[in-house]
């Protein structure tokens, strides 16, 4: 049986961008099935591609807009006149969506919306949020290609180039069709969470009829509104990642932050290359946990970078005794070919590097196990990775996937993958926990 392929109506305003927009456009819809015509009356949505450039070009592409609204009645915009929202939702409140020029991944998400594509044996065999790695529940979300700082350990930035944000509402649109797709918890992730948006200059971004900037703050805001799981991997203490924990303390996203700290010692971290200002970091941490009192931090370190002295090391171990991370891990430094702390002095001996893993990993141990035991008793959600004839096992806020703890809860073999049950703590080592479901 062949389905009934939807089909666009096309109006095309402005200069040759425009009109290469347009193509693009066609382009994208004709490899999704949809059809293409020329006029009002035979079209099941209209895309309207506007021009803004004159006066004269702005009011023709208000005419046309209008036009297509009372010829057919569904009509998306599109093109430079898409800048300007405000003015077309006065005068015209019956469109259905507006983005701006070369925006093709939010037109699709538009139009998908209004007009979802027809079934299509051989692309559908990809869902709708592609192809994914992880299990159905999360998801990964990558906001971000690249990376501005120069670490010395790292070679990131030379294979993958300088930070490449993508624009938050392309961002959004993969967000919620990876939450229509069953995820119910979405980690973001990047090279630099909190440098998102600085190569766009923040650009505007319009998502669901809301101008939002492209940056680590809106992001979090918008990501908040969508009812899933948020967790923040990547994050820099820069100043203004100060303005997400009140959203943190809200409930919009968790209260957890995976900040790679690498070292304390300023003089490591100096040769280390390392963004942000380490010293007002203790006082920030204890800024962020007046705020959101449960904040999970969850940081790496390296230890026996080049140069690194027995006092350096002493100053990390006094720093963790202090910042009382939740989560640690811990990597003994290895040159990686091509970075430029290879040719630092001061290599660091191999047992000394085991030594001062061991010391540090051991004093981890007991901050952790601190800080899980402080849980028995407490009752928090918790999101059901696994489950078993025996037990289901799930992770709390404060864990994410892979890389933290796991609580446990006995004998509940009726769950389901990927529910949020509510769960009273009974017991605790220094990574994970134990628990039974609150009736
Ligand atoms: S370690 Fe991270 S922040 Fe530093 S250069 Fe590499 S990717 Fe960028």
Redesign the pocket.
């Known amino acids: 049986m062949e389905l009934a392929s939807p089909k666009v109506g096309l109006v095309s305003l402005g200069c040759p961008k425009a009109l290469v927009d347009s193509e693009r456009i066609v382009t994208r819809l004709r490899a999704e099935g949809y059809q293409i015509v020329g006029d009002y009356a035979g079209a099941d949505m209209v895309l309207v591609n506007t021009c803004g450039f004159l006066d004269s070009a702005r009011a023709e592409s208000l005419e046309a807009i209008g036009e297509a609204l009372a010829e057919n009645g569904k009509v998306v915009v599109t093109g430079c006149l898409g800048k300007e929202a405000d003015l077309i939702r006065r005068e015209h409140p019956g469109v259905l969506a507006i983005t701006g020029p070369h925006q093709y991944e939010q037109v699709m998400g538009a139009i998908h919306d209004v007009l979802p594509p027809a079934h299509d044996p051989y692309q559908d065999l990809v869902p709708e949020a592609g192809l994914r790695l992880t299990p159905r529940h999360y998801a990964y979300l990558k906001i971000s290609e690249g ?5 010395s ?5 030379h294979l993958r180039g300088d930070l490449v944000s993508r624009p938050l509402a392309q961002v959004m649109f993969e967000a919620e069709a990876l939450v229509r797709s069953g995820v119910k918890e979405l980690l973001v992730i990047s ?2 969470t909190s440098a998102y948006g600085q190569d766009l200059k923040y650009a505007a971004s319009n998502w669901k009829g809301t101008e939002y900037q492209t940056r680590f703050l809106d992001l979090a805001q918008a990501l908040g509104t969508l009812g899933v799981w948020v967790r923040m991997h ?1 994050v ?1 203490p820069y100043p203004h990642v100060d303005n997400v924990l009140p959203l943190m303390a809200e409930g919009k996203i968790l209260p957890y932050l995976d900040i ?1 700290f ?1 070292h304390a010692s300023p003089r490591v971290l100096k040769a280390m290359r ?2 942000a200002n380490q010293e007002k970091v203790l006082e920030r941490l204890a800024a962020w946990r007046k705020i959101v009192p449960d904040l999970a931090i969850r940081s790496t370190f390296i230890v026996g970078f080049p140069g690194e002295t027995e006092e350096d090391f002493d100053d990390l171990l006094d720093w963790l005794e202090d910042a009382q991370i939740d989560r640690l891990g811990c990597f003994k430094y290895e040159p990686v070919a091509g970075a430029p702390s290879n040719d630092l002095p001061g290599a660091v001996p191999e047992e000394v590097k085991q030594e001062r893993y061991d010391r540090l990993m051991e004093l981890q141990q007991d901050i952790s196990a601190k800080k899980q035991i402080a849980k028995i008793g407490r009752e928090l959600d918790v999101i059901i990775d696994d489950v078993d004839e025996d037990e289901a096992t799930g992770r709390t806020y404060a864990d994410a996937p892979e890389i933290d703890g796991n609580i446990y809860l006995d004998g509940e073999n009726e769950l389901q993958i990927g529910e949020i049950v509510r769960v009273r703590v009974t017991d605790a080592d220094a990574y994970d926990l134990w628990g039974e479901v609150v009736e």
């Not at 990376?147 to 670490?151: A, S, T």
């Open positions: 990376c501005n700082n120069r670490c350990f790292c070679i990131i930035p090279q630099d990547y820099y790679p690498q390392r963004p």
